[in-house]
């Protein structure tokens, strides 16, 4: 579909330099004839004045006339009439003896009349009168020397100026260089009358220099070039490029229409790269609805049943498919076709008919009238299933639900999403089951679609939309214990792992348990297995132990070999995180039929773990393991996760070259996933810190790391709130180094929950200053409050009633006050085993292995049963930020009970600096 536009405002010309090169080459020589075609709106007329510009000789007269579209009788010589109108430069390059029969012209050109000679008498005869207005039409442009002739759009041409045309072209004087433009859709063909584009056949002398070029649209660059000088932008982002291409079709006019009706690209001090890139689809010019409608009033009623058929079908569609959509016969439909194609409105590709771009489509489609659209769809749908295969489902559906036919584009959309599943693409199969469950359908399907798309979601990297369509689903409380329960189960895993909402996670994971215990064992294993993974900051460790013991007790009675493995895996995956010594074993435990999505789930879940806890050969072999299995799956969540994974391990590793470029598009890539995007801008910021030496941008990139966290077990927390640190010590700011360690990388534990896990605090004994190392002799922990607060007491959110377990104290059913006794002489550690070297908040305790502070070392925290190894290669900077000294104004906390601080050093909190890793392989 083309537009017919004004001309064009002036500007760079973009993409247009070679071939404005080779025309005036050929231009420069007289006499010359140039013929330009290509589509309206391509940019014909800006060529020709850039022409005009560089190769017109001084002292030339230049006549420019434009023919018009006709619309009745059309008036004779119209455009060379207009040629000749009133004009300074014409009226001193008149000769004084002009030809005698010039004088006809003097009825046609009233402002030259004084200069032309007088009229001849009449001849009787209209055709003679004709020939007579021809000849002295030609006469009078070849006595005016250097002249150079225009005439645009030549498609629209009368008969008289196309003889004239054709006299001059035929016997064109010395020093004419004549310029015609004509709108086409292909290479001109000037050999034969009716060519593309030209109304008659251009002969020419051997002597005359002839340029014959055709003006394509502008690639997808050349657009964007184009985009950036309108928009006044060095550049934009090629995303947008492309988008735009593909909506204008690379026309300058329709890019300039559509960027001019774009407001949020051309406010006033604005970036328009990021908004472009951003905005979905234009609005539609009204400019080029009015000419689309306009082209679609010439055609024949059959032509016009065929665009509205190709507009419905919105893809490129080969003759059979339209005639079955527009109700015609293959002869008729073929020669409705044809006019369509003369008038460009649609375009041939490849055996098949689409429209030239997308805007086109737009308007053709909304010159559809309502009643009609959904009679169309629905024979769109049927033909699409009679004459395509395999059979596009997810278009299918598209129709049906246009037509108002939901049943059957439920039915087509779980079918496509079933197909994709099968074909290892979850994410288009999660959209498709999430389409489906839009479209209500019948309660059954509803519910067989809903348990597909939450086994699906897990590996897909959904948005929001979909924990939102399941808990509607079981919000209407249709569906059985089994399928209920599993729902649940992999809802709480994709609000652990995706959403990062920890503790909605644990309670429909919790809430789960009874529904899957009632009909599997196997499921109600796996359950307890995922919530003993650490995945929540200050839950504390005895209770995951607890949960996978219960776990453990279950497994004998497993008997499905999937639900086993799978229970398995995160088996190992819970004690690694642990830093448990164990884990080994676990691992080599690991049935071999683990492949595909479990496989690299559970190994890059080892491979995150061994490398935080020190074992970079262990780490290496699982992430290549975990590699190897997420290359035959298209699982987009997996690829995020193991990436991650290996982004944070070549940082630890010091495989440092060309990490940050890496770091970066993770950055950008997995923002849509809490702890991924927080892992990827950890990493930036620790290299733009250590490898750039940008300490501002690395500060804050860290910062937005822990803004950005929401289960981190300690890699992301401690290593940017240490690197933060060491960013205030360098430059003087202790005060703010201790900040940044103790309060600005303390997130506010979920509930009231007291343990000495990651994103746990508590304030320090009465009168004691946070910022001061505790007093000798004083054991780890005194002084961390005179008691635990008892989860939902003092109006805290405490700990759902219905998670797992016994009342929730520490793991240990224990009296409340002879737990509290034990716990304020630090006796006990939130598992209730004896306290050993377990930090607690009465003041920093000791630091991380590798550190010294005073002369004298400490040792490694890593919990009650933690696993050697060397230290954090993160770069912990938790004992310099503590003893540089107190915040200025700082008042002591005197609360008796609370929750403590965050450990900053690897391995406190029950478990290693890891990552909290993806649960459930």
């Known amino acids: ?101 010039t004088g006809a012209l003097r009825g046609l050109l009233p402002d030259l009349a004084g200069r032309l000679p007088p009229a001849p008498p009449p001849l009787g005869d209209p055709a003679a009168e004709h020939h007579r207005v021809l000849r002295a039409l030609y006469a009078l442009t070849a006595s005016l020397g250097d002249v150079v002739l225009v005439v645009e759009d030549l498609q629209w041409a009368d008969a008289s100026t196309r003889a004239v045309l054709r006299t001059v072209v035929s016997d064109p004087p010395p020093r004419l260089g004549l310029v015609l433009t004509a709108r086409g859709h292909t290479v001109p063909h000037t050999d034969a009358e009716g060519g593309d584009g030209l109304p008659f056949p251009l002969r020419a002398p051997a002597h005359v220099a002839v340029a014959e070029r055709h003006l394509a649209p502008l690639s997808a660059a050349e657009t964007g070039a184009l985009a950036a000088d309108l928009l006044g932008a060095p550049t934009v982002p090629q ?146 299933a009679r004459h395509t295969s395999p059979l596009p489902l997810a278009q299918m559906a598209g129709h049906y639900r246009r037509a108002g036919r939901g049943a059957q584009a439920a039915r087509c959309l779980e079918a496509a999403a079933d197909r994709a599943a099968g074909g290892g693409d979850a994410g288009t199969a999660a959209a498709h089951y999430l389409d489906a469950l839009r479209g209500g359908p019948s309660p059954v399907a509803r519910d067989r679609i809903a348990l597909k798309l939450a086994r699906v979601a897990l590996n897909a990297r959904p948005g929001p939309e979909v924990p939102a369509a399941l808990r509607q689903v079981l919000g209407l409380h249709s569906l059985g214990p089994g399928p209920s329960g599993e729902i649940r189960l992999l809802l709480g895993l994709l609000l652990r792992n995706q959403s990062g909402s920890g503790l909605e996670a644990l309670e429909e994971i919790a809430r789960a348990v009874p529904d899957l215990l009632s009909v599997s064992t196997g499921q109600a294993a796996r359950a307890l297995a995922i919530t003993a993974i650490p995945s929540l900051k200050g839950w504390p460790v005895g209770e995951h132990r607890r949960l996978l013991a219960e776990a453990e007790r279950l497994l004998p009675r497993v008997e499905e070999e999937d639900l086993r493995s799978a229970v398995l895996a995160n088996r190992a995956t819970a004690l690694a995180l642990m830093g448990d010594p164990s884990a080994w074993a676990a691992v080599a435990d690991l049935p071999g039929t683990l492949t595909g999505e479990a496989a690299a789930r559970v190994h890059a879940n080892l491979a995150g773990a061994a490398a935080s806890l020190g074992h970079p050969e262990r780490a290496r072999a699982f992430q290549a393991r975990a590699w190897q299995a997420v290359r035959t799956n298209h699982a987009p969540y997996l690829e995020a996760f193991v990436e991650t994974t290996d982004v944070v391990a070549a940082y630890t590793g010091g495989r440092w070259k060309g990490l940050l470029e890496r770091a970066g598009r993770a950055e950008e890539q997995y923002r849509n996933v809490p702890d991924f995007h927080a892992e990827a801008l950890l990493v930036c910021g620790l290299l733009r810190l250590h490898t750039k030496g940008q300490t501002d941008v690395a500060r804050r990139l860290l910062e937005q790391a822990v803004r950005t966290t929401a289960l981190d077990t300690g890699v992301v927390l401690t290593s940017a709130a240490a690197a933060v640190a060491r960013v205030h010590l360098a430059a003087a700011r202790p ?66 009633a219905h998670l797992p377990g016994p009342a929730h104290r520490h793991g240990r059913p224990e009296g409340r006050k002879r737990y509290a006794r034990r716990a304020r002489r630090g006796r006990l550690d939130e598992a209730g085993a004896p306290l050993r070297s377990r930090v607690r908040e009465g003041g920093p305790g000791p630091p991380p292995a590798g550190h010294r502070r005073g002369g004298r070392a400490h040792g490694t925290a890593r919990g009650d049963r933690g696993l050697p190894g060397p230290r954090c290669r993160m770069g912990c900077a938790a004992v310099s930020a503590r003893t540089a000294g107190a915040r200025p104004g700082h008042r002591p906390q005197t609360r008796r009970a609370g929750v403590r601080r965050p450990s900053l050093a690897p391995g406190e909190g029950g478990g290693p600096a890891g990552r909290a890793g993806s649960v459930e392989p």
């Not at 017919?4 to 071939?19: C, D, E, F, N, Y």
């Not at 023919?67 to 009745?72: L, R, Y």
């Not at 679609?296 to 059979?320: G, K, M, S, T, Y």
């Open 1 to 101: 579909m083309n537009a017919q536009p004004p001309p064009s405002a002036p500007g760079v010309l973009i993409g247009r330099s070679a071939l404005l090169d080779d025309v005036h080459a050929e231009f420069g020589r007289r006499p010359a004839v140039v013929v330009i075609t290509g589509e309206a709106g391509v940019g014909k007329s800006r060529l020709v004045r850039e022409l005009l510009r560089r190769a017109t000789p001084p002292g030339a007269v230049t006549l420019i006339g434009r023919c018009q579209e006709p619309d009745g009788p059309s008036f004779p010589f119209a455009p060379i009439i207009e040629a000749l109108g009133p004009s300074e430069a014409l009226a001193a390059a008149l000769p004084a003896d002009l030809p005698t029969v």
């Open 239 to 384: 995303e947008f490029a492309e988008r735009l291409h593909r909506w204008t079709g690379g026309l300058p006019y329709v890019v300039e229409e559509v960027l001019r009706g774009w407001p949020a690209l051309t406010e006033p001090r604005t970036d328009p790269r990021t908004e472009a890139a951003e905005e979905p689809e234009p609005p539609l010019p009204v400019s080029v609805r009015r000419v689309v409608v306009e082209r679609l009033r010439h055609l024949p009623p059959a032509a016009r049943r065929v665009v509205a058929a190709a507009a419905v079908l919105r893809d490129p569609a080969p003759v059979e498919l339209l005639g079955a959509v527009a109700g015609l016969d293959e002869p008729d439909t073929r020669r409705a076709l044809a006019a369509a194609l003369r008038e460009g409105c649609v375009r041939a590709a490849g055996g098949s008919y689409t429209f030239p771009y997308d805007l086109a489509r737009r308007a053709a489609y909304e010159a559809v009238a309502e009643p009609e659209r959904p009679v169309l769809h629905l024979r769109a749908a049927r033909a699409l």
């Open 735 to 800: 005060a703010r180094a201790v900040q940044a360690v103790e309060g600005g990388a303390a997130p506010r534990p979920p509930y009231g929950c007291v343990g000495v896990g990651d994103g746990a605090r508590a304030p320090g004994r009465r009168g004691a200053d946070p910022g001061r190392p505790p007093r000798r002799g004083t054991p780890p922990g005194r002084g961390a409050g005179r008691g635990h607060r008892r989860p939902g007491r003092s109006g805290r959110p405490g700990r759902p």
